[in-house]
């Protein structure tokens, strides 16, 4: 299997990862899609000359990652743009709207320089690297531009079906939203409305209650009574490479039955599991990846939670990506909201509590999120694409800068060549510490791009890369980009890390807060 996979013998299996990386089989490409190529037969266009051919002025990162000093954060590129755009007085907005076929509605202004000329390449970078960020963070599948034909019919090309993004058009689109990205150019007043309310889940402790979570290699439930948790328990499971949804389905039907025992009725359940899921329903989980059959998936895997609820007399029952149920939970713990959860483990996963308390319908799939602008970036060898999170803040992120440090392992796989890091790091060693201190600055810069998405006040980090020694060495040198380039952030951003009761309770709590009990109970 890839290496990105994790074996279900590993304890690291449980770790928080992007849902969309570990739930299919990702295939290296032998001819990876090179940015911003289009359908059209000799019309490739590669913009390698593209910071010798404009005036843009990029100023050198204040701390440099010193195991990958060409990196060239996503953050510094975008405010050196947003400066040619305030100078020059041609510059006009761009509007994208993002729409799911149940009517939801993302809204997102820029202003772009004129296009034309050498603006074109310019005005195509910092247009075609917001929209991947858009989609893999909000998510749908048709996407309205309003303010220039020109730019509409160039993201065209670039999410066609042959185009440098089909694979998140056939992913974000057809697997997760049953339709393949379209983009379509219109007037700024025949955009569809915005409908982006937060979801109002979670923070529901009355009544009796089970939440449970599931891993890779365990599930987890606890019964609640009140908000008082009376029993929790931890039960070894191996659900990656069954081929038979019975496995699953017997497994997560045994955890609730044993967590009802303790309790004298059931009024509502609630769960996380790495996976992307719409109203309860499975669209990509790692937890099913064992099931290839796709008859077999759309008929017994995506209905299973709604099968259950049925089995359970319609009780209120939700289910969501465990990424969101981490950073609720994390905002239970720490009594705030606006909380970015990211997690750096197999991949890179992440969630969002909002400045109201509540989360999202968000995808947060950040592994796939650009955060490099560099030419000749890392690529991730599923989507072709380069520069996005996963290559930075993950094992494989890990792995990759091990050679420059003087740890080449060669093919071992990335959990055990984690776990050699570490070791080093504890022992002393120098390049170790130089793969956390770069890890650490890029995602200093990272924070800051992630800022012109969220709003942020607390970042929760976790996962086995932020373990240790090495951990805090990242935290460590993030405060100390934010501090020097962004003071702003650096001063409002809170980071932190789990606490022991939410290490515990706090993510099977928080999965079982998420449902509503009618108002006429």
């Not at 913009?47 to 701390?63: A, C, G, I, V």
């Not at 599991?273 to 290839?292: D, P």
Request: charged share 20%; net charge negative.
């Amino acid at each position: 299997g890839s290496p990105r996979h994790p074996s279900s013998s590993r304890p690291e299996a449980r770790r928080r990862h992007s849902a969309l990386h570990d739930a299919l089989a990702p295939h290296p490409l032998a001819n990876p899609p090179t940015p911003f190529t289009t359908c059209h037969s000799g019309t490739t266009q590669v913009s390698r000359e593209l910071f010798q051919l404009t005036p843009m002025h990029l100023s050198t990162p204040r701390h440099l990652p010193p195991l990958d000093a060409s990196f060239r954060p996503a953050a510094l590129w975008n405010a050196a743009y947003r400066k040619l755009v305030d100078k020059d007085p041609g510059s006009h907005e761009l509007h994208l709207a993002l729409s799911r076929k149940d009517g939801t509605t993302f809204h997102h202004r820029l202003r772009i320089l004129p296009h034309h000329s050498q603006n074109i390449e310019l005005n195509r970078r910092y247009v075609e690297r917001t929209l991947k960020f858009l989609l893999w963070m909000k998510g749908g599948s048709a996407v309205h531009v309003a303010g220039n034909e020109e730019v509409a019919s160039l993201l065209s090309e670039i999410y066609c079906e042959d185009g440098a993004r089909a694979f998140d058009r056939d992913m974000v689109g057809r697997k997760i939203f049953d339709d393949p990205i379209s983009i379509t150019a219109c007037l700024a007043e025949e955009l569809p409305p915005a409908s982006e309310a937060s979801m109002t889940l979670g923070r529901n402790l009355d009544g009796c209650r089970i939440g449970f979570d599931l891993g890779g290699s365990d599930r987890k439930a606890a019964a609640l009574i009140d908000g008082e948790v009376v029993f929790s328990e931890e039960i070894p499971w191996d659900p990656y490479f069954q081929s038979d949804p019975a496995y699953h389905l017997s497994g997560i039907r045994e955890t609730l039955q044993r967590a009802a025992s303790h309790l004298p009725r059931v009024d509502a359940i609630g769960g996380s599991a790495a996976g992307i899921y719409l109203n309860s329903e499975v669209r990509a989980a790692s937890l099913f990846r064992g099931i290839r059959d796709p008859a077999i998936f759309d008929s017994e895997v995506r209905p299973i939670f709604t099968n259950l609820q049925r089995e359970w007399g319609g009780i209120p029952f939700v289910v969501i990506n465990d990424g969101e149920v981490t950073a609720l939970a994390g905002s239970m713990s720490m009594n705030a909201h606006a909380v970015l959860g990211i997690s750096m483990g197999t991949s890179l996963a992440a969630g969002y509590c909002t400045p109201d308390g509540g989360i999202t319908p968000w995808l947060n799939e950040l592994a796939f999120a650009p955060v490099d602008y560099r030419e000749d970036a890392p690529a991730d060898e599923w989507s072709g694409d380069i520069g996005c999170g996963v290559q930075y803040f993950s094992q494989q992120g890990v792995a990759r800068l091990a050679p420059a440090a003087g740890l080449d392992f060669g093919s071992m796989p990335f959990p055990d060549q984690l776990v050699e890091v570490q070791k080093a790091m504890a022992e002393g060693h120098e390049g170790a510490r130089l793969v956390y201190e770069t890890i650490g600055i890029c995602f200093g810069y990272t924070i800051a791009h992630y800022a012109e998405f969220y709003e942020i006040e607390n970042l929760l980090i976790l996962g086995r890369v932020t373990s240790g020694e090495g951990g805090e060495l990242i935290l460590e040198k993030a405060s100390k980009v934010l501090q020097d380039e962004f003071p702003d952030l650096g001063d409002r951003i809170r980071m932190s890390t789990p606490d022991e009761h939410m290490k515990r309770h706090g993510q099977a709590v928080a999965a079982a807060s998420l449902p509503a009990l009618p108002e006429s109970r």
